[in-house]
C-alpha cells in the first residue's frame, strides 16, 4: 500500500497560536504544512503574506505547502520563496504563461506544483506534468474553509493517475477541499497520494491532531 501523506491546512488553525499550532502538527505527523494564500481578487477572500510565512517557519522543518491563490502569480513567487516556501502552487488561469512560471519557480530552487479548479480541466496542465513535482486537484471552488466536497473531481483524478501510468510519470498528485475521514478514502482509492484538510484534522476527536492525521493516513 503507497505511503499517504497529509498536508493540513493551517487555515483550520488558530490564528492567535499558529507556531504553536505548527508545532503540534509536527508532533501529530503532519508530513508537510499546507498554507492557502488569497489575495480577495482570484478567490473571496484574503489570508496570510510573506511575513507571516517567514514568521512561521523557525516553528519547523516540515516542508511548506504554499497554494497561491494570486493573480497575477508571477509578481509575487519570489515574496514567498524568499518567505520559506518550499513548494509553491498557482493556478494557470493567474498566469500568462505556464511555462515561465514554472522556471521561475525552479530558478529559485523550489518544487513546483499546479492547481486545477473544479470546472478547470486537466489539458490546462497536460503539457507540464514531467515538470511539476504536484498537481493539486481542487474539491471545492477556493476562498473558505469547510466547504462540501464535490464528488465530479474523482474521475479527474483517476484520469489524471492514468495518464501518470501511460507516460510513466512522477508527481504526486494532491487534493484540497472537503476533505474528511470518508471522501479521503474515495480519493485516496482514485489515486491521490497527498491529502489537504482544515477543519477535519483541527476539529474532530475534541481536536486529538495525531489520531486524526493516523486516521486520514489509513494506519
Known sequence: MKKIQISPSILSADFSQLGNEIKRLEE?????????????????NLTIGPPVIKSLRKYTKLPFDVH??????????????????????FHPEATENIS?????????????GISLNP???????????????????????PGFGG?????DVVQKIKDLDQIRNERKLNF??????GI?????KVAI???????????????????????????????
Not at 515561465?100 to 513546483?112: A, D
Not at 470546472?119 to 471552488?141: G, R
Not at 474528511?180 to 479521503?184: A, G, I, M, P, R
Open 68 to 89: 497561491l491563490m494570486i493573480d497575477p502569480v508571477h509578481k509575487y513567487i519570489k515574496d514567498y520563496s524568499d518567505a520559506g516556501a518550499d513548494i509553491i502552487t
Open 189 to 219: 482509492e482514485a489515486g491521490v497520494d497527498i491529502l489537504v484538510s482544515g477543519t477535519t484534522v483541527f476539529k474532530e476527536n475534541n481536536g486529538d491532531l495525531k489520531k486524526n492525521i493516523k486516521i486520514l493516513k489509513q494506519i
Open 147 to 151: 466547504q462540501k466536497f464535490i464528488s
Open 100 to 112: 515561465e512560471t514554472i522556471n521561475l519557480i525552479k530558478s529559485l530552487n523550489k518544487k513546483v
Open 180 to 184: 474528511n475521514f470518508e471522501t479521503s
Open 28 to 44: 501529530g505527523g503532519a508530513d508537510m504544512i499546507h498554507v492557502d494564500v488569497m489575495d480577495g481578487h482570484f478567490v473571496p
Open 119 to 141: 470546472n478547470t480541466e486537466i489539458k490546462a496542465a497536460e503539457d507540464h506534468l514531467d515538470k511539476v513535482y504536484l498537481i493539486l486537484i481542487m474539491s471545492v471552488y
Open 172 to 177: 504526486k498528485i494532491e487534493i484540497d477541499g
